[in-house]
């Protein structure tokens, strides 16, 4: 499967999710992504950043084995565990209008590849009742079924639109601001490959997401196909259940791209 058919199909499945605006007052062109209409001034964003393969002396002293004790669950994490298992914090700066934790839901779609490399995004939707601002990329990291914080080698740059590395830039033109309406979304294009999960390494258990450089991160619990709590489901499309079949392991590399529009879908296609 081609990198164009697989981005034509994460186009095609995230389009219903809602789509973003470019100003408060009406719904953004399709497919056109946003500039900073907002009244009050937004800092630039940090550059795109990367980090590399864990150190031997990095490795937790069970990451290849469940501990015999019990563990914090995902759920009582705090905000500072969550802020701690961040293997890269987002790019936007702090700003009234930018969206929180507790103004959006994170969804996580995967999508299988071959020859090892998966593809799929991340899509944050606005649940609250006023628009809010997403920018730049986002950051992320992930925990295991096991309690230990993932030692993801991590880039910000995005799988599908952007083949030469050297023209990542921080500024607004590669980092748009994206006003996302009460019920809207904004999506960020995924890709993980490398030393992916098996059956006998820790099942990834929790996806963290940070809007904001040192905001609290979104969490969305998330399953592995080598995991007891994976079900056999695939969405209506045919693509595995969002939020499931993901075989990311301790040390998969992860690729994330900047946050964009979601197109609204065309009229007649909606069904397809």
Not at 20 to 26: E, H, L, Q, R, V
Request: aromatic share 6%; net charge negative; charged share 15%.
């Amino acid at each position: 499967m081609s990198h164009r058919t697989i981005a034509a199909i994460l186009i095609g499945v995230t389009a219903l999710a809602g789509c973003a605006s470019p100003t408060p007052d009406g719904p953004a062109p399709p497919g056109q992504d946003t500039t900073n209409t907002s009244p009050r001034p937004i800092p630039p964003p940090s550059a795109p950043s990367s980090v590399p393969e864990p150190h031997e002396t990095d490795y937790p002293e069970h990451w290849d084995t469940p501990p015999d004790y019990p563990i914090t669950a995902d759920k009582d994490l705090t905000e500072e565990d969550l802020l701690a298992a961040l293997r890269i914090s987002a790019t936007a700066q702090p700003h009234p209008d930018h969206c929180t934790a507790n103004d959006v839901r994170v969804t996580i779609q995967a999508l299988d590849a071959a020859l090892g490399y998966r593809l799929g995004s991340i899509t944050v939707t606005n649940t609250s009742t006023t628009p809010c601002t997403v920018q730049g990329y986002p950051g992320f990291g992930a925990r295991g079924e096991w309690g230990n914080t993932f030692l993801l080698v991590a880039e910000q740059d995005d799988p599908l639109h952007n083949p030469d590395p050297s023209s990542k830039q921080s500024d607004t033109t590669q980092q748009p601001v994206i006003i996302v309406d009460p019920g809207g979304s904004a999506k960020a294009n995924m890709g993980w490959y490398g030393e992916l999960a098996g059956a006998y390494s820790e099942p990834i258990s929790l996806f963290i997401v940070q809007l904001v450089e040192g905001d609290t991160p979104v969490t969305q619990p998330v399953t592995s196909p080598y995991s007891d709590k994976e079900q056999d489901a695939t969405s209506a499309n045919g693509l595995p259940a969002p939020n499931s079949s993901l075989d990311i392991g301790l040390t998969t590399s992860v690729e994330v791209g900047p946050f964009a529009v979601i197109p609204p879908p065309k009229e007649g296609n909606i069904s397809e």
